[in-house]
């Protein structure tokens, strides 16, 4: 199975804020990657698919950038909404595998 | 708008088979990949499986073959059977609709999740 290593673990970071994810597979997945926002108590939520493509209804403060190993979820300004977990999946072959996690926390 | 929910008993005694039931509303289950995803503290967020609505499967390798999903199409639903649980299998399970239109692959929607423990 692909391996997932998404960085940092955990962060802290005030409302304004430009915010960075990484996530990084142990072979090339080419663009197939997506991004997932969870609340506490909730399912995850598509923010991000195909690497690049913003899920409709989700703010344009989302991006994403990246392919083949390396991948970057970036939050241009952080609103007090966003502060929650976030997780990549590597959508590319099976069996689909999830990234362990960033949780976004108020400093 | 398309809605998932799970729905199935939240407590399994070891060694027996944990049995969970997605129901669709507010669109065919016809088309798309009907799929299930757990969640524990330890193992993070972890893709069980899916059906396709007509009846091919694919399962995670790490759950041994003890898994079988199943789809029903006259009643819109598809369901999950884990066998020989153990506390392992301990999780908040959540049904969930894959796209795979390109370039859109992804989850889209969400069932709210159930959890599921197992002890005796």
């Known amino acids: 199975a692909i391996q997932m290593t998404q960085s940092p673990s955990s962060l802290s970071a005030s409302v304004g804020d430009r915010v960075t994810i990484t996530c990084r597979t142990s072979?090339?997945?080419?663009?197939?990657l997506g991004w997932y926002q969870q609340k506490p108590g909730k399912a995850p939520k598509i923010l991000i698919y195909?690497?690049?493509y913003l899920q409709s209804g989700v703010p344009s403060r989302f991006s994403g950038s990246g392919s083949g190993t390396d991948f970057t979820l970036t939050i241009s300004s952080l609103q007090p909404e966003d502060f929650a977990t976030y997780y990549c999946?590597?959508?590319?072959?099976?069996?689909?595998?999830f990234g362990q996690g960033t949780k976004v926390e108020i400093k | 708008q398309v809605q998932l929910r799970e729905s199935g008993p939240g407590l399994v005694k070891p060694s027996e088979t944990l049995s969970l039931t997605c129901t669709v509303s507010?669109?065919?289950?016809?088309?798309?990949?009907w799929t299930w995803i757990r969640q524990s503290p330890g193992m993070g967020l972890e893709w069980i499986g899916y059906?396709?609505?007509?009846?091919?499967?694919n399962y995670n390798p790490s759950l041994n073959s003890r898994v079988t999903i199943s789809v029903d199409t006259s009643q819109n639903q598809f369901s999950l059977n884990v066998n020989s649980v153990t506390a392992a299998d301990t999780a908040v399970y959540y049904c969930?609709?894959?796209?795979?239109?390109?370039?859109?692959?992804?989850?889209?929607?969400w069932g709210p999740g159930i959890l599921v423990t197992v002890s005796s």
């Open positions: 969930v609709r894959r796209v795979t239109t390109k370039p859109m692959y992804c989850f889209d929607h």
């Open positions: 507010g669109g065919s289950i016809s088309s798309y990949y």
């Open positions: 059906v396709y609505y007509t009846g091919s499967t």
């Open positions: 072979q090339d997945i080419k663009n197939d």
């Open positions: 195909t690497t690049s």
């Open positions: 999946l590597q959508d590319y072959t099976y069996p689909l595998t």
